[in-house]
């Protein structure tokens, strides 16, 4: 897969393939082909059979400044409304394997809601995040106001949004924002140590329990459980729940298919 402004390599490690934004000037601006590029290739590895986890990320200087504001300045709403990014967006959210945002530098804006958009996010020591679009005299549009709010509290969420500060990665872990802090040298390394713990594990299961667990933010408790229930008695339609649960038995290592 060859793009203008990400790379991609779909066997970084066994199992795992790495999306990295490509547009180091404009600090990982997301323009509008960024994001139908980070479309596309979700979608092929999505639908590659080699790929169980997904790990994007900005490299070591800048995760991504928020949507390109040079390519929105002059936008009205209608033009907004037709060209309709949140389809880009949605597909994101629509990856069923697991994706983890490897996070260095600033996440802002549209950066942040990309990382809150994934699964999981790993930071480095100088990774920051916010939402400072009221200072350009606008709002969050991609899901700000609502992921974040559920990731770190009403009040927090609240302070960031309307002053546009950013928080520091000591923060954004202490309120629950990313799963935890390495060194930026470190955090590829062990954003894939991460993603092999999960690449190891059955697809299938993989798949229904990310699906389960995003279930949580549309629904009641009751609604909710049901929905898992559901994906449990599935998951022993396949034969990775008959490898797995073997394997234990036997005392050995289980071989998961993804089937
Ligand atoms: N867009 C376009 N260019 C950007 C940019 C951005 N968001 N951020 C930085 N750049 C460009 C700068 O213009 C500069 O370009 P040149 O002047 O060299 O041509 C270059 O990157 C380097 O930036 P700086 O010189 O400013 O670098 P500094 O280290 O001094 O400052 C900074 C870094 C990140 C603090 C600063 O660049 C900054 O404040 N950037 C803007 C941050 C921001 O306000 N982000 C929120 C943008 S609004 C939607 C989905 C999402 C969104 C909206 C709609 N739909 C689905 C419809 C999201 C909206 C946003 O994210």
Avoid at 168 to 192: C, H, K, Q
Wanted: aromatic share 6%.
């Amino acid at each position: 897969m060859t793009f203008e402004f990400i790379k991609v390599n779909a066997q970084v490690a066994k199992h795992i393939a790495l999306v990295e934004l490509n547009r180091p000037k404009e600090l990982n601006a997301l323009s509008r082909q960024v994001m139908l590029e980070i479309r596309d290739a979700l979608r092929a590895l999505d639908d590659d059979d080699n790929v169980r986890v997904i790990i994007l990320t900005g490299g070591l200087k800048v995760f991504a400044a928020g949507a390109d504001i040079k390519q929105m300045a002059d936008a009205t709403a209608i033009d907004m409304l037709n060209i309709d990014q949140f389809s880009t967006w949605d597909q994101i959210k629509k990856t069923r394997k697991p994706i983890i945002a490897a996070v260095s530098g600033f996440a802002l804006g549209g950066g942040c809601e990309l990382a809150m958009t994934c699964d999981m996010i790993m930071a480095s020591d100088t990774a920051k995040f916010g939402q400072p679009e009221i200072k350009i005299g606008t709002m969050p549009g991609a899901g700000g106001t609502q992921r974040l709010t559920r990731a770190i509290g009403k009040v927090r969420a609240m302070e960031m949004v309307l002053t546009g500060k950013f928080i520091s990665a000591e923060e954004a872990l202490s309120f629950g924002l990313v799963n935890r802090i390495v060194p930026a040298e470190l955090l590829l390394d062990e954003t894939i140590k991460l993603a092999g713990e999960i690449a190891k594990l059955s697809p299938v299961a993989v798949k229904l329990a990310k699906e389960a667990v995003n279930n949580a933010f549309n629904s009641t408790l009751d609604e909710g459980l049901v929905f898992e229930r559901k994906n449990f008695y599935l998951t022993f339609a396949s034969q990775d729940q008959k490898e797995g649960m073997a394997a234990f038995v036997e005392k050995r290592a289980p071989d998961f298919k993804g089937k």
